[in-house]
C-alpha cells in the first residue's frame, strides 16, 4: 500500500525553527499535491497548509501563514514544510498526505487526500 513518510521532527525551543519533509515511500511525489496537518493532545486534526501538484500554489491556514512554508525540493522528492519563530502551541504531531490525482489548484481539504503518513512529533519547549 502506497504511503508517505515524514522525517524531521524533534524538540526546539520557542521561536526556534524546524524543517519537516515528506516522501513518498514506493511512489514519486512529482505532480502530487501535498497537504500537511497536525493533531495535538486532545484535540482534534487541524490543516497546516498544503501545495498543489506542480508546487505553484500553496495555502496556509490563519496560525501558519507568514510562519510556516510549504515547498517542493525536486533533487531530493520531498515536500517540506518550514517551521519558524515556533511556538509551544505548535507543539503536535505532524502529518503530510498526497493525492492521488493530479491537483492544479492548492486544496487542503483533508478529504482529498489518499496516502497518509504516520507522523513526526514536533515538540516546542523551553
Known amino acids: 500500500q502506497l504511503q508517505v513518510v515524514e522525517s524531521g521532527g524533534g524538540l526546539v525551543q520557542p521561536g526556534g525553527s524546524l524543517k519537516l519533509s515528506c516522501t513518498g515511500s514506493?511512489?514519486?511525489?512529482?505532480?502530487?499535491?501535498v497537504g500537511w496537518f497536525r493533531q495535538a493532545p486532545g484535540k482534534e486534526r487541524e490543516r497546516v497548509g498544503c501545495?498543489?501538484?506542480?508546487?505553484?500554489?500553496?495555502k496556509y491556514t490563519g496560525f501558519s501563514e507568514g510562519r510556516f512554508t510549504i515547498s517542493r525540493d525536486t533533487a531530493k522528492d520531498t515536500v517540506d514544510l518550514v517551521m519558524n519563530n515556533l511556538k509551544p502551541e505548535d507543539t503536535a504531531v505532524y502529518y503530510c498526505?498526497?493525492?492521488?490525482?493530479?491537483?492544479?489548484?492548492?486544496?487542503?481539504?483533508?478529504?482529498?487526500?489518499?496516502?497518509w503518513g504516520q507522523g513526526t512529533q514536533v515538540t516546542v519547549s523551553s
Open positions: 501545495i498543489n501538484s506542480n508546487g505553484r500554489h500553496s
Open positions: 514506493g511512489f514519486s511525489l512529482d505532480y502530487h499535491a
Open positions: 498526505a498526497a493525492d492521488a490525482e493530479y491537483q492544479p489548484e492548492a486544496k487542503c481539504d483533508s478529504t482529498r487526500y489518499d496516502y
